[in-house]
């Protein structure tokens, strides 16, 4: 190509302008299509840390309401050092929703996040004190068992006729004696103080949930 010509010149500056439109559209383009796929991670991850936050409220706020209804309206009404007997049942795997996304946390405000573990991580231990009073009371009850079995054999053997209110007297004292044995007594007033610090833990959760999630306006009439 003559270069000296006036054709051979406009012909190269309109292909060097014609590189640099096209180069800036093809900039332009995938920097567009970087800025559509950082909006769209970044919408995937909230609609993540909004399905695991609502999942995390219907969790705590179910476990609560069970355990304070089951259990703590109960074990707030005994006097210190008295030993709970009952039984609590508890399934193998309490917390499934927590369990199954904890990278989900990252997601969440600080302080709700510290707040949410918080709950479990107390939450977990006070399970682990209600297997264990559940453990003590059944064998309270196998000991107070075997006491009667003893006494009733030996009244047997004397031909003598124990009657119920005798029963009960050794029943009952068999499993009181074994209940403070095993330090129950204890065991309640750890789970009744852990109740007491996890309560205002919950309130606090499912009210940072219900300002995010719901409209001010509808807070009112949000029930937990």
């Given at each position: 190509?003559?270069?000296?010509?006036?054709?051979?010149?406009?012909?190269?500056?309109s292909g060097?302008?014609?590189?640099?439109?096209?180069?800036?559209?093809?900039?332009?383009?995938?920097?567009?299509?970087?800025?559509?796929?950082?909006?769209?991670?970044?919408?995937?991850?909230?609609?993540?840390?909004?399905?695991?936050?609502?999942?995390?409220?219907?969790?705590?706020?179910?476990?609560?309401?069970?355990?304070?209804?089951e259990y703590?309206?109960?074990?707030?009404?005994?006097?210190?050092?008295?030993?709970?007997?009952?039984?609590?049942?508890?399934?193998?795997?309490?917390?499934?929703?927590?369990?199954?996304?904890?990278?989900?946390?990252?997601?969440?405000?600080?302080?709700?996040?510290?707040?949410?573990?918080?709950?479990?991580?107390?939450?977990?231990?006070?399970?682990?004190?209600?297997?264990?009073?559940?453990?003590?009371?059944?064998?309270?009850?196998?000991?107070?068992?075997?006491?009667?079995?003893?006494?009733?054999?030996?009244?047997?053997?004397?031909?003598?006729?124990?009657?119920?209110?005798?029963?009960?007297?050794?029943?009952?004292?068999?499993?009181?004696?074994?209940?403070?044995?095993?330090?129950?007594?204890?065991?309640?007033?750890?789970?009744?103080?852990?109740?007491?610090?996890?309560?205002?833990?919950?309130?606090?959760?499912?009210?940072?949930?219900?300002?995010?999630?719901?409209?001010?306006?509808?807070?009112?009439?949000?029930?937990?």
């Amino acid at each position: 190509m003559d270069l000296g010509s006036p054709d051979a010149y406009i012909s190269l500056i309109s292909g060097l302008v014609g590189a640099l439109i096209g180069g800036a559209f093809t900039l332009k383009g995938a920097t567009k299509a970087h800025e559509l796929a950082l909006k769209k991670e970044q919408a995937a991850e909230k609609e993540k840390m909004v399905t695991t936050l609502m999942l995390l409220r219907t969790e705590i706020t179910t476990a609560w309401t069970l355990f304070k209804h089951e259990y703590a309206d109960e074990l707030l009404e005994l006097k210190p050092e008295t030993p709970y007997l009952t039984i609590f049942p508890i399934g193998a795997s309490p917390f499934p929703i927590f369990d199954s996304a904890p990278e989900a946390l990252n997601l969440l405000p600080a302080d709700l996040a510290k707040d949410v573990v918080h709950f479990y991580m107390r939450a977990k231990g006070l399970i682990a004190m209600i297997q264990m009073n559940n453990r003590d009371y059944e064998e309270a009850l196998q000991h107070a068992r075997s006491l009667l079995l003893n006494n009733l054999e030996h009244a047997h053997k004397q031909n003598l006729e124990l009657s119920d209110e005798l029963r009960d007297q050794i029943f009952h004292g068999g499993v009181a004696f074994m209940a403070a044995h095993l330090g129950m007594g204890d065991t309640a007033d750890g789970m009744r103080s852990l109740g007491q610090e996890l309560d205002p833990v919950v309130q606090r959760v499912t009210a940072q949930v219900d300002e995010l999630f719901f409209p001010l306006s509808d807070q009112k009439g949000h029930k937990n």
